[in-house]
């Protein structure tokens, strides 16, 4: 079973940036691809951002694109989403998610990390 373990979070004014980090383990961190999604208040979870098992194909919504970026590092079990120009519509809890190889659903879900961002 996989455990996946967030962190970075906080409260950042607008433009500011912050660094989501997602720490693994489990099952061996190179046989699933990894995803952020999040959750504002109210509001239905939303996808953000997912990077392949090897680290070579990214995603991420069109919301965040050009601001948001994500990556993994495979000999450290860890993935990070790194934020800038933030903005208070991007208040909301953070979640890191793992979908095994070969599948499509998100089997592996994180606790969250919450983010505030204040205007």
């Known amino acids: 079973q996989v455990q996946l373990v967030e962190s970075g979070g906080g409260l950042v004014q607008a433009g500011g940036s912050l660094r989501l980090s997602c720490v693994a383990s489990?099952?061996?961190?190179?046989?699933?691809?990894l995803g952020w999604f999040r959750q504002a208040p109210g509001k239905e979870r939303e996808y953000v951002a997912d990077i392949s098992w090897n680290g070579v194909r990214t995603t991420v919504v069109d919301s965040v694109k050009g601001r948001f970026t994500i990556s993994r590092g495979n000999a450290e079990n860890t993935a990070y989403l790194q934020m800038n120009s933030l903005k208070p519509e991007d208040t909301a809890t953070y979640y890191c998610?793992?979908?095994?190889?070969?599948?499509?659903?998100?089997?592996?879900w994180g606790q969250g990390t919450q983010v505030t961002v204040a205007s």
């Open positions: 998610a793992g979908r095994p190889r070969g599948t499509a659903e998100w089997a592996y």
């Open positions: 489990g099952s061996p961190f190179s046989t699933y691809a």
